[in-house]
């Protein structure tokens, strides 16, 4: 009987030759996908290097208005941001939900602003219910004045003194805001801040 080595070792090679090409195909798409990770967690970390930093103060008060002043202050390699969106956010961690009949309804809660201060009405393109105004750019260094006047209680709350009543709940909370944060080739940020206010403008409440 007659072996046919050379058409057995043909194939062995052939098969050798398979088994390797998928050890390439295998090792070759492992390091692609390493090189992927690799490169994802190096753009998270650049993503969080360059989070963007805030100065909010709230200045010139008078009467029931004021100023809120905000600067980009950081980081340097940021440069700027293509879109700042400003919203604020209730002051305190109380969940208001509606208890039907009557009032306030859901709609009329979630419109209300539980905290010291809204937007003024009509200016910076402030919605109607004051907690947010048309989106801004800015440059690292730079900063843009907006115009915030004193919340009042809702319609629904009763009694003579409920202004007194709104007032002190809110005279020793921080105004509370969210900035979403943009720029081309990014994903966004969202950045919140807690901007305290002056012993000056608290005194003159009070007075």
């Known amino acids: 009987m007659n072996i046919p080595w050379l058409e057995i070792a043909g194939l062995s090679a052939a098969a050798l030759s398979a088994v390797a090409a998928v050890g390439s195909w295998k090792s070759a798409r492992t390091s692609n996908d390493t090189a992927v990770i690799v490169a994802r967690i190096e753009?998270?970390?650049?993503?969080?290097?360059?989070?963007?930093?805030?100065r909010i103060n709230?200045?010139?008060?008078?009467?029931?208005r004021a100023t809120l002043s905000v600067h980009l202050v950081g980081?340097?390699?940021?440069?700027?941001?293509?879109?700042?969106?400003?919203?604020?956010?209730?002051?305190?961690?109380?969940?208001?939900e509606a208890r039907p009949p009557g009032e306030p309804?859901?709609?009329?809660?979630?419109?209300?602003?539980?905290?010291?201060?809204?937007?003024?009405?009509?200016?910076?393109?402030?919605?109607?219910d004051g907690r947010t105004v048309n989106p801004i750019?800015?440059?690292?260094?730079?900063?843009?004045p907006f115009s915030i006047e004193r919340t009042r209680p809702p319609h629904w709350q009763q009694g003579d003194d409920r202004g007194a009543r709104w007032r002190d709940q809110w005279i020793n909370r921080p105004m509370r805001l969210v900035l979403t944060c943009k720029r081309e080739g990014f994903k966004p940020w969202i950045v919140p801040y807690e901007v305290e206010i002056p012993e000056g403008v608290r005194v003159r409440w009070v007075g």
């Open 43 to 54: 753009q998270d970390r650049w993503h969080a290097d360059l989070l963007p930093q805030f």
């Open 58 to 64: 709230i200045e010139r008060a008078e009467g029931d």
């Open 75 to 96: 980081p340097l390699p940021l440069c700027r941001l293509d879109e700042i969106r400003l919203a604020i956010v209730q002051s305190d961690d109380m969940t208001r």
């Open 105 to 128: 309804t859901q709609e009329q809660l979630d419109a209300q602003v539980w905290g010291p201060f809204r937007f003024s009405h009509g200016a910076d393109g402030a919605d109607v």
């Open 137 to 144: 750019a800015l440059e690292v260094g730079a900063g843009r």
